[in-house]
């Protein structure tokens, strides 16, 4: 079993404040137990073609910092944090549509084999008025208290142990704006059945989270974001083998997509596989 440490940060104010070490272990890989309610798919979507273009003919999908609204943690003096992410969802194909409807119609999939296997990790939904929600509440506020001048190990790594767990916290309900329509909206998220892959940034110049408001609110992130893509050290890479499934809206679509892939200088069977992956969602939704 091999142990390595991780060094993470947040960004508050305009410093860099270190969030201690974290350790993690590679546990021998175990044999894959598909579920027999969700899909043993993992889907990532957005809301044009264009977007997964570019992870197609890379072979790689970036993560971007998403802005997460954790007011109801009841933190105080932190509303809104970003981290970066990549969110997937593991819904059954039959009951893709809501979801599509919320976040787009072109999509990648993936075995969830091998999400787990690249450290993919499905949410904790919390009810707010939960105990676990206060408990948290009052240990995260603690620790942002402390003097960061003369704090312990163990401190630290308390520190980044909470920072951890929050970024894979989500509420069970609340408000999101629709990526399709534009329209803020109420939702119960536990429908999204959400997964998350979140790197460690520790050896790249990005910070691990923001919180300052000031940065939240000037807009950089999605310029901060777009300068990830492409980077293998923070992406999640595959081969064409891995995907199981592209997703596109329209069989105008289909035809862009196909220009795209013969300029990959594929083989001919390689480019059949990759072709024979694609689901034109308008066509076939009828018949999940």
């Not at 199981?244 to 035809?255: G, S």
Request: hydrophobic share 35%; net charge negative; with cysteine.
């Amino acid at each position: 079993m091999e142990n390595t440490k991780k060094q993470n940060c947040v960004e508050k104010d305009d410093e860099l404040i270190s969030l201690g070490e974290v350790s993690s272990n590679n546990d021998d890989k175990q044999n894959h137990i598909p579920s027999k309610i969700q899909a043993d798919t993992l889907f990532t979507f957005c809301t044009e073609l264009d977007h997964i273009i570019p992870s197609i003919r890379e072979k790689m999908i970036s993560p971007r910092y998403c802005e997460e609204n954790i007011s109801y943690l009841k933190i105080r003096g932190v509303a809104k944090i970003a981290y970066p992410m990549k969110c997937f969802c593991d819904i059954n194909l039959h009951r893709l549509e809501e979801h599509l409807q919320w976040y787009g119609y072109y999509g990648l999939a993936f075995s969830k084999e091998w999400g787990m296997r690249n450290h993919i990790q499905p949410v904790q939904y919390i009810n707010p008025d939960s105990n676990l929600c206060k408990d948290f509440t009052t240990a995260f506020s603690a620790a942002l208290e402390l003097d960061t001048d003369n704090e312990s190990p163990a401190q630290i790594k308390m520190k980044n142990f909470l920072l951890h767990e929050m970024m894979y916290f989500k509420p069970y309900e609340g408000e999101i704006r629709n990526r399709n329509t534009r329209i803020l909206e109420k939702k119960c998220f536990t429908d999204e059945c959400e997964w998350r892959f979140i790197p460690d940034l520790t050896a790249e110049e990005y910070a691990q989270a923001y919180y300052n408001e000031k940065i939240l609110n000037a807009g950089i992130l999605s310029d901060i974001s777009n300068s990830m893509f492409g980077n293998p050290r923070i992406s999640l890479s595959f081969d064409y083998s891995d995907l199981k499934y592209i997703i596109v809206k329209a069989n105008d679509d289909f035809n862009i997509l196909a220009e795209e892939i013969a300029s990959l200088g594929l083989s001919t069977i390689e480019e059949r596989q990759l072709l024979s992956k694609v689901i034109v969602w308008d066509v076939s939704k009828g018949d999940f």
